[in-house]
Structures are given as C-alpha cells and as structure tokens.
C-alpha cells in the first residue's frame, strides 16, 4: 500500500490518494464501491484536474478536465461511458501533463471539437486563438458570405457544449 503524500491547500479533507494516477480524488461510492455522482480529481500540487459524473462507476454525463496550470483541457458529455455529442479540446498555453492535441494539428490550432455519434468521432472542427475556424494545417477559413445559413458558421455554436465551464 501506497502513503499519500501531504495534502496540499484546496484538496479535499474526503479526497483519497489514488497512487496509481498520482492525483487525489472524492468520489462518493455506492454499496457496491461503485462511483456515483460528481467525481473530482486534483493533481499532487493540488490544482483540480478533472471533474466527471458518475452512474454505476461509467461516466455519464458532462465532463471537464483541465491544464496544470488551470486553463480548460477538455469538456463534453458522456453516456455509460461512451463520449457523445461534441467533445471539445483546448490546448494549453504552458506545459501541460495533459495531451489532447494530435502531431498533425497546427499548433496555431486552440480549439478542437469533434462530434462522436455511437462512440466514434464523425466531424471535426478546429479554431484559432480568436476563434476563428480553421483547417487542421491552421489556416483561417475565409469568412461566410452574409447570405449563409445560420448554425455552422457560428464556432460557438457546437450543440451541448457551452463555454468552458458548462455543458447546455
């Protein structure tokens, strides 16, 4: 068995040392030691890492994670496990232990979302620190014609996920 290191400030009293991860989670468990609920983690130095809900120890529901330094790393929602809808990447400013960006996404790119229908990714779409959209090479895409219809052209606009912080 593993001794937990010292508790940093901002962790909770609750939370356990999970040394395989290295990162301190509360979780609330059923009769069965299943997850259920919100489920927080915090890495060694104390800054929150990632928070999920829970049914039956399977995510189900909205997810977020973030950066060691703080910044949003990733969001969207999950059923019984299986991501759906739009899962949306954020790339960090700073180191990070958090790698959600492939080698062949421009590091111009910030943003990547990408729409999961049955557990597997059917569009993608990538933005720039402005957020304007792009190709995964980074280059801008031109602007829409006024004319356009609405929806797509909108890089706010991807159903489910609201800005960091809040699944719609």
Same mark, same amino acid.
């Given at each position: 068995?593993?001794?937990?290191?010292?508790?940093?400030?901002?962790?909770?009293?609750?939370?356990?040392?999970?040394?395989?991860?290295?990162?301190?989670?509360?979780?609330?468990?059923?009769?069965?030691?299943?997850?259920?609920?919100?489920?927080? %983690? #915090?890495?060694?130095?104390?800054?929150?890492? /990632? =928070?999920?809900? $829970?049914?039956? @120890?399977?995510?189900?529901?909205?997810? +977020?994670?973030?950066?060691?330094?703080?910044?949003?790393?990733?969001?969207?929602?999950?059923?019984?496990?299986?991501?759906?809808?739009?899962? %949306? #990447?954020?790339?960090?400013?700073?180191?990070? /232990? =958090?790698?959600? $960006?492939?080698? @062949?996404?421009?590091?111009?790119?910030? +943003?990547?979302?990408?729409?999961?229908?049955?557990?597997?990714?059917?569009?993608?779409?990538?933005?720039?620190?402005?957020?304007?959209?792009?190709?995964?090479?980074?280059?801008?895409?031109?602007?829409?014609?006024?004319?356009?219809?609405?929806?797509?052209?909108?890089?706010?606009?991807?159903?489910?996920?609201?800005?960091?912080?809040?699944?719609?």
């Amino acid at each position: 068995m593993s001794i937990a290191p010292p508790r940093p400030p901002g962790v909770s009293f609750e939370a356990t040392w999970i040394p395989d991860d290295q990162e301190w989670e509360l979780a609330t468990h059923d009769l069965d030691g299943r997850r259920q609920g919100t489920v927080r %983690r #915090w890495c060694l130095n104390g800054t929150k890492k /990632s =928070e999920y809900e $829970f049914k039956d @120890d399977r995510i189900h529901g909205p997810f +977020r994670r973030w950066h060691d330094s703080g910044e949003p790393a990733r969001e969207g929602v999950a059923v019984t496990g299986t991501v759906t809808g739009w899962d %949306r #990447w954020y790339r960090s400013s700073e180191r990070t /232990s =958090e790698s959600p $960006f492939r080698r @062949d996404i421009h590091p111009a790119v910030s +943003r990547a979302d990408y729409l999961y229908e049955k557990g597997v990714a059917v569009r993608s779409r990538y933005f720039l620190n402005d957020g304007t959209e792009c190709e995964i090479s980074g280059e801008a895409f031109p602007a829409r014609p006024a004319e356009a219809a609405p929806g797509d052209d909108d890089p706010t606009s991807s159903p489910g996920l609201g800005a960091f912080g809040g699944v719609r």
